[in-house]
């Protein structure tokens, strides 16, 4: 598999980073279009199932979405006069924005948590934050912690759907809630890693030049995303 199909975990990792750094510029065109590649990535790298798990992330955050939207609609903006208007044009494209930030980093996400495997991830985390080893840092127990968290939540999610039986809130009685989190503790502490387990990362070797190229490609497009007009 060439080195463009399957890039350097640590590349994978900064690329990420250098997103989120550069998201927060991006106009809804820029949103629009970089949402629309990682859906296109997704759906190449894992095929329906891998476009389901993304749909069941985004699922998960859709409260706190509208959260944002009534936060920057209503609350936020402050009319000039004072007391109450209805939100202008850009205050609706500012929660727009500010929604579709948080939909694009979770599409990324999970496109690196279905691409990378949980150790790989890991050891890419030791890797990028290998200088703060040098002030005493344990970073490998920090990446592993933050590479099991990703793994964990959309298994935490089906865990507990299946332990309260597929029934809504509603449906249970307060007995039958207090039986599922019963069931949830016992699968939870039944599938917990070892410590062991846990620090047992692999170790990667540095990132080829074909990498860094890409990486910088990737810089690169994305600083031109953030000139995209609104």
């Given amino acids: 598999m060439s080195r463009l199909s399957d890039p350097h975990p640590a590349v994978r990792l900064l690329g990420l980073i250098v997103l989120g750094v550069c998201l927060f510029r991006f106009s809804l065109p820029a949103l629009a279009a970089t949402f629309g590649l990682l859906l296109a990535a997704t759906a190449l790298s894992g095929g329906r199932d891998a476009l389901r798990a993304l749909r069941r992330a985004l699922r998960r955050i859709r409260w706190l979405l509208l959260s944002i939207v009534i936060i920057y609609l209503w609350v936020a903006p402050e009319p000039p006069g004072g007391g109450w208007a209805l939100p202008g044009a850009a205050d609706i494209a500012l929660a727009l924005r500010r929604a579709g930030v948080l939909i694009v980093l979770v599409a990324a996400v999970e496109l690196l948590r279905q691409t990378t495997p949980v150790p790989r991830t890991a050891a890419a985390i030791v890797q990028v934050l290998s200088p703060l080893a040098w002030a005493g840092v344990d970073t490998a127990r920090f990446a592993s912690r933050v590479a099991l968290t990703l793994e964990a ?3 935490t999610a089906e865990t507990v759907t299946r332990a309260a039986g ?15 989190a019963a069931a949830l503790i016992r699968d939870i502490e039944e599938r917990a890693p070892r410590e062991d387990d846990a620090a047992a ?30």
């Fill in 153 to 155: 939540v959309p298994a």
């Fill in 166 to 180: 597929g029934l809504t809130i509603k449906k249970r009685q307060l007995r039958g809630w207090a039986e599922a």
């Fill in 201 to 230: 990362l692999p170790t990667l070797g540095p990132p080829a030049i074909v990498d860094w190229l890409l990486l910088a490609a990737v810089a690169a497009v994305l600083a031109a995303l953030t000139q995209w007009p609104g």
